[in-house]
């Protein structure tokens, strides 16, 4: 996130004008679709609070090829799931036991906080590549690529692996690293003409119509035109509650796209008509302005989206981001790349939550051009490439190889051991 963060370009108000018919018919047309979001909005908040993390769809692994497509809609809708028992208790508990030995034999893993780690920048220790390649691990991945449409759907049926971290937080002080946010593109949502192109029905104010499961249009997006370094889903490793440092979410990634994607076209009035500040009567179609709510700019790079309740009102992200239910380890949680998330400011448990990010990853070509270029750093034990490059791990005691892999699909899924016909 930017630390000293900079006025908006003055391009960015051409921009918008651009990319919104701001034509007195197209103008309406899109107000109208903004009030009739802020009135869903309003219903969805209230169902977030009613229901609590009940809300959050929840399956176990056994029954996924056999859902009810009335709850395979369910979990698109939320965009978000808890997949219970994908691995053995004690299997994912063995893992963490082995990944606090890797940490004590090489001390110099980099993670934060800086004086008591406990999210680490480590991607090839042996539990980590076992769970990655686990049989179950590959075929809840498989089964969640499915909801996604593509012309080439052989994509959809190959998952493949994207190395990422893993976090081992202990009960205590306010975690104030991973605020609401989402992943995967900032100002490229509304500047790149592949991303925005996901959120065109949005932006033409038909957002019922938008789906964030066309994959299709996504693969001519660019997520990261500024080079900005660094941009999950994860496997529990703990037995861990709402309260204890979980994830949360916002759980209607519909809804979500349509108000960030909307938000920048839309200022607050002054003074205010209606007495409630979310009122529809008090927000005004407004073009004149360069900023991008939600984003900020250092001068060089773009970070967010991250709402807060001062730039996304309508959210009310203090009130509505809703924790996952109770999770034990060998569950692994989902969500979908657009779905505002958030890590839990408060610890009030007894013992760590601890988490591997492992994301799922379909077969396409722009994936799988990235594979061939992670499993290089892999064999030399170097970060992946979409991380900041240094030794990493390279010379580390008990480094994970080859023949850490749990199955042969899990190293195809890493570009190993694939044989051309």
Sequence with gaps: MATNPKEFPERFIDLKRQIVDSGPEGQGHFIAAWNELLRELAIARKNFKDKGSEYIPQVEFEELNSLTPEKTEEIKKCGCVVVKNVVDDEDAIKWKEAVKDYISANPSIP???????????MYWSKSQVKARSHPNVLATQNWLNSFYRADDSASLKTPLVYADRLRIRQPGPTWKHHPPHVDGGAIERWEDPGLRNVFDEILKGNWK??????????????SNIYGRPGQARWLALSDTRPNEGTIQFFPDVKLSNAYLIMRP?????SPL????????????FDVSYPDFPGITYDGEFFFGPR????????????????????VKPGDMVFWHCDLIHAVEFDHKGMNDSSVMYIPAAPGTPKNWSYIERQKEHFLRGAPPPDFPQNDGEIGFKDLANEGDFLSELGKRAMGLGIVSA
């Design 307 to 326: 709402p807060t309740d001062a730039t996304h009102p309508h959210l009310k992200v203090s009130e509505s981001m809703i924790s996952v239910p109770h």
């Design 111 to 121: 993670g934060f906080p800086e004086e008591n780690k406990q999210f680490f920048h």
């Design 265 to 269: 076209f839309f200022r607050l009035v």
């Design 273 to 284: 008509v209606a007495e409630d500040p979310l009122d529809e009567k008090n927000w005004e």
């Design 209 to 222: 119509a938008h789906d964030p499961y066309d994959l299709e249009k996504r693969l001519k997006a660019n």
